[in-house]
């Protein structure tokens, strides 16, 4: 049976550091999600401590740096 209502608690450990509580709704499941600001690899895992405590594997997330805006002109030519 799926366990409802079981806080669950994100924990993104790099660049991004947090740490969220999220709780299961009625089949069991929960999500998370987060926009990474600063480039680099940040490691994601879930724990719970009742019923008894687990924790996940740990997931990778990169995040890279954005790059620099282009400028674009107009172009003019003449053709014979």
Same mark, same amino acid.
Not at 37 to 46: H, L, M, Y
């Given at each position: @049976?799926? *366990?409802? @209502? !079981?806080? *669950?608690?994100? +924990? #993104?450990?790099?660049?991004? !550091?947090?740490?969220?509580?999220?709780? =299961?709704?009625?089949?069991?499941?929960? $999500?998370?999600?987060? =926009?990474? +600001?600063? !480039?680099?690899?940040?490691?994601?895992?879930?724990? @719970?401590?009742?019923?008894?405590?687990? +924790?996940? $594997? +740990?997931?990778?997330? *990169?995040? &890279? $740096?954005? !790059?620099?805006? &282009?400028? #674009?002109?107009? &172009?003019?030519?003449?053709?014979?």
């Amino acid at each position: @049976a799926p *366990l409802a @209502a !079981a806080e *669950l608690l994100f +924990t #993104v450990a790099g660049p991004n !550091a947090r740490a969220e509580s999220v709780v =299961t709704d009625a089949a069991g499941e929960a $999500s998370f999600s987060y =926009t990474g +600001t600063n !480039a680099g690899n940040d490691r994601i895992s879930v724990s @719970a401590e009742a019923p008894f405590p687990i +924790t996940s $594997s +740990t997931a990778v997330a *990169l995040w &890279v $740096s954005a !790059a620099a805006p &282009v400028a #674009v002109s107009g &172009v003019r030519g003449e053709f014979f």
